[in-house]
């Protein structure tokens, strides 16, 4: 696992863009840098005043962390460990999924932090193309996911757009006119779901449960 992230950092280093980059690669911790069945990706990491890639990699060495359950705050509250909204929906699909959280290796399509993405400073998909060589490296060499989890439209579009994924099925996820998508790129399934920020798959919604129920029935 240490070889792996020595892999990543050299990548880093080779890479101005990375290099200037301030933010995070993973939200797992380095015990789900191995092969895994999913691979989860969101759009980019929020917050402020983050630490450069290279740092961020280097503690991710010696900690154990993973960001979807330890205490995320807003403008409004500070919530307690594992419970913002987003992170719940996160930990109630993996659930479903017969998984843990903690077991699945999980980053975001650009590792640069913003506060939201209205406030994005730079071009999504430029930043995308330069953090997606390690993407590749975990996604072929790493983790070798038989599934590739987003949500977002922007991670979603990227893939289809430049990263040679077809689409293969599209069905309302039970939320106006959202959609859950499924892609194909060689023996990889792309699950892409509204943004959890906003999308809360997990009610009494009978629409939305007879969305989640088809959705699992691609994922054997």
């Known amino acids: 696992m240490i070889n792996n992230i020595n892999n990543i950092i050299k990548i880093v280093e080779n890479d101005q863009k990375l290099m200037n980059m301030r933010g995070c690669i993973f939200y797992s911790d380095k015990k789900t840098l191995q092969k895994g069945k999913f691979y989860f990706l969101g759009v980019n990491p929020g917050g402020e005043n983050s630490e450069t890639l290279i740092e961020d990699l280097k503690k991710l060495e010696g900690e154990k962390i993973n960001h979807y359950l330890v205490s995320w705050e807003n403008d409004i509250k500070e919530y307690a460990k594992?419970?913002?909204?987003?992170?719940?929906?996160?930990?109630?699909?993996?659930?479903?999924?017969?998984?843990?959280?903690?077991?699945?290796?999980?980053?975001?399509?650009?590792?640069?932090?913003?506060?939201?993405?209205?406030n994005y400073d730079g071009n999504l998909f430029e930043d995308a193309d330069a953090c997606w060589k390690i993407h590749e490296l975990i996604i072929n060499d790493i983790v070798q996911p038989e599934y590739i989890i987003t949500h977002g439209k922007y991670v979603y579009e990227y893939l289809i757009t430049n990263q040679e994924f077809k689409e293969d099925i599209a069905f309302n996820s039970g939320h106006g006119n959202w959609s859950i998508k499924i892609a194909k790129r060689n023996n990889i399934t792309l699950i892409n779901l509204p943004h959890l920020s906003y999308y809360s798959p997990f009610t009494k919604n009978i629409k939305k449960k007879e969305a989640i129920e088809k959705l699992l029935k691609y994922i054997k």
């Open 82 to 118: 594992g419970e913002a909204p987003l992170q719940k929906r996160v930990k109630k699909l993996f659930c479903r999924l017969n998984i843990s959280i903690e077991e699945v290796c999980s980053s975001n399509l650009i590792f640069k932090q913003s506060k939201d993405l209205k």
